[in-house]
């Protein structure tokens, strides 16, 4: 059974740093797509940044230049560096797996981790 789970949310100043780990477990995810989305309060949920296997990224041009996505495939684990935080980027963050090579293609997601940014 796939298990996401999320770490290192918390509440900083405008300005700061924040680094988010997702550790995935249940089998080996090294071919698939992971990254993170992030929900605000009254917000549809949208993409922050993605990463593949490769180590090809894709960020929202909200968070470009300031939000580095990284992978450690042999750790199953995906990392968001957060600089320069603001707070528009106070949101609830998930952590995403998609298994593009599994039948039906399916997606995962963890159960959250918040992170407030303080004006």
């Known amino acids: 059974q796939v298990q996401l789970v999320e770490s290192g949310g918390g509440l900083v100043q405008a300005g700061g740093s924040l680094r988010l780990s997702c550790a995935a477990s249940g089998s080996t995810f090294r071919l698939d797509i992971m990254g993170w989305y992030r929900q605000a309060p009254g917000k549809q949920r949208e993409v922050v940044a993605t990463i593949s296997s490769g180590g090809a990224t894709n960020y929202a041009d909200s968070v470009k230049g300031r939000f580095t996505i990284s992978r450690d495939s042999a750790k199953n684990s995906v990392y968001l560096q957060m600089n320069s935080l603001e707070p528009e980027d106070t949101a609830v963050y998930y952590c995403?797996?998609?298994?593009?090579?599994?039948?039906?293609?399916?997606?995962?997601w963890g159960q959250g981790t918040q992170v407030t940014v303080s004006s």
């Open positions: 995403y797996l998609h298994r593009i090579f599994i039948s039906g293609r399916p997606e995962y």
